[in-house]
């Protein structure tokens, strides 16, 4: 069964670094999105993509942030001066045409020293 | 704007009972979907049931369904003889359900951790 990848699944980082998180979704889904999760905290929106542009951003995805889709497959969120806040797991998620369910892949586990 | 409140931070159940994790929501979309996702420690979210606003039956999947008051806003799932494999955080979500597809994506609530005593 298809599903969502991603890599790398931990990445350790120091303050003030950039990181690239990737992710290759589904192949026939055209909707996709980063969320986070702080730990014990509950999954937040970030960003998501449609059509090769960002179609619905949070106000946690701020100018530090930003995602692109470089070759038709991967689906990168970049974290440009990482923050000892930005330590979390970040999920991908695609989704079909139709609307409704969102494929999750395991997750980056992002920690910020 | 979507909100989804649980309020039930962790949950007990022993196993081969049943189990009703709650959720409540609010939404001022006309149309919408509700799901429950279960991401055990292995950390994958994975789907486990979703539910059309427009349909009034609930949804059901083998030993899990829903209880969906649809006035009251209310989407609570039951798990029926629990199995130890179920053991895992709950989060509750919704998202529109614009025809035609749509990027919008999920509003999750802050999750149950369910533990199934053997």
């Known amino acids: 069964e298809p599903e969502v990848t991603q890599t790398p699944s931990h990445q350790v980082t120091q303050m003030g670094q950039e990181v690239i998180l990737r992710c290759v979704p589904i192949?026939?889904?055209?909707?996709f999105y980063w969320y986070r999760q702080i730990l014990g905290q509950k999954v937040e929106f970030l960003v998501s993509f449609y059509n090769n542009e960002i179609s619905e951003k949070s106000e946690i995805f701020d100018d530090q942030f930003s995602v692109e889709r470089p070759d038709g497959s991967n689906f990168t969120l970049k974290i440009r001066s990482t923050k000892l806040e930005d330590s979390a797991m970040y999920f991908c998620?695609?989704?079909?045409?139709?609307?409704?369910?969102?494929?999750f892949g395991e997750g980056s586990r992002l920690t910020v020293l | 704007a979507q909100t989804v409140t649980q309020s039930q931070p962790e949950m007990s159940v022993q196993e081969a009972e049943t189990v009703t994790l709650s959720c409540t929501y609010d939404t001022s979309e006309s149309d919408y979907y509700l799901f429950w996702y279960k991401q055990p420690p292995s950390r994958q979210m994975i789907l486990v049931i979703r539910?059309?606003?427009?349909?009034?039956q609930n949804a059901t999947e083998n030993r899990f369904s829903v209880n969906f008051q649809k006035a009251a806003k209310s989407f609570s799932l039951k798990i029926s003889d629990s199995q130890l494999g179920d053991a895992a955080m709950y989060f509750c979500a919704t998202s529109p359900g614009r025809s035609g597809g749509g990027a919008d994506g999920l509003t999750f609530g802050k999750g149950t951790h369910l533990i199934i005593q053997p």
């Open positions: 539910q059309e606003a427009y349909k009034q």
């Open positions: 998620a695609s989704k079909r045409p139709v609307p409704g369910e969102l494929f």
């Open positions: 192949s026939n889904h055209l909707y």
